[in-house]
């Protein structure tokens, strides 16, 4: 198994913590200006990752099989979720569930969260696809060609995601250092809040929200370096379980919306908000836990434990 880096699984900790306080309806819409700023680089974020990640010198029959294994829980998950948004109600609420309509979200445009799994296999078909390109600025090149014409020929994706997994993987194959490339200092934080002050810098297709995913990675290093080790484990142990938590942390948000009503004496949402995220953590770990314990895992993501 490769050795993980723990700065990556400190970035994926955070990031999985932003988007599960986001999908909670209730934070977002007392805080929308923080959640258009959040939503600018959390799943840009994720992406980048993913693609910096990626096993791009895996055999074909290696790749396939994690491919494979990625669209299982895809399939699983959302189906579930359309089938969800039929019966309760929901911001992306479907008005009448049938089979063309489950067939049309789980091919071509994914309702919710797991858009992003849709976008993985994707991306990573296409790098699998251009690999024999023998130039590397070519192989990048065919890549954006391929990304662009999902996109905007076929709608499967969107273009400024899709470069963002490609962005990732461009900085592994450059052999450059991530710790080398962020500005490691406090001082990113000044041009990023004056960054976040414009709208139209809150466009993850802009070069404003490209800006931001830099010194939100920049100011994020920083604290990996002077958190308290206690911040420092968890926020690691959640990156490390981030696909868990990704998978199964939108049934608690929606169950979470259940009980606002009860946090009606705070006016901030900030009880909400803590008591939200450690329900929807735990419990998503809670269910990995016992689909390891139960020996489903093997069958659901193609790995002998989903909570490694």
Known sequence: MARRIAEIDFFKGV???????????????????????????????????????????????????????????????????VVMSSLVPVREAVDQLSLSLLIQKLLLHPLGPY??????VLCTLITWLV??????TWRFVWAMVGVIGCAQGLGLLSAANGCYFLLGVLLRQSGLSARGLLWRS????VPLCLLCLFPSALDRSSLGGLLILYLVF?????????????????????G?????????????TLLMKFVVPWFAFD????????????????????????????????????????KP
């Not at 290696?62 to 294994?69: D, E, H, I």
């Not at 690999?131 to 590397?136: F, K, L």
């Not at 406090?186 to 934080?189: D, G, Q, R, S, V």
């Not at 939200?276 to 093997?298: E, Y």
């Open 218 to 238: 920049s100011v994020l290093l920083r604290l990996y370096a002077s958190a308290p080790q206690w911040v420092s484990r968890t926020l690691q142990c959640a």
């Open 15 to 81: 990031l999985i913590q932003l988007m599960i306080a986001f999908h909670l309806i209730y934070i977002g819409d007392s805080y929308p200006y923080l959640k258009q700023v959040v939503y600018t680089f959390h799943m840009p974020g994720f992406l980048l990752l993913s693609g910096y990640l990626s096993k791009q010198h895996a055999s074909t029959s290696a790749l396939f099989r994690s491919v494979g294994w990625l669209l299982v829980p895809y399939a699983v998950m959302e189906t579930g979720y």
């Open 186 to 189: 406090w001082i990113a934080l």
């Open 115 to 120: 858009w992003y799994l849709h976008t993985l």
């Open 267 to 306: 006016p901030t949402g900030l009880l909400f908000l803590c008591i939200s995220l450690a329900v929807a953590s735990w419990g998503s770990l809670g269910i990995a836990w016992a689909m390891d314990r139960c020996g489903l895992s093997p069958y659901f993501c193609g790995r002998q434990l989903l």
């Open 240 to 252: 490390r379980n981030s696909l868990p938590l990704f998978l199964f942390s939108p049934l608690f």
């Open 131 to 136: 690999r024999g390109v023998p130039s590397a």
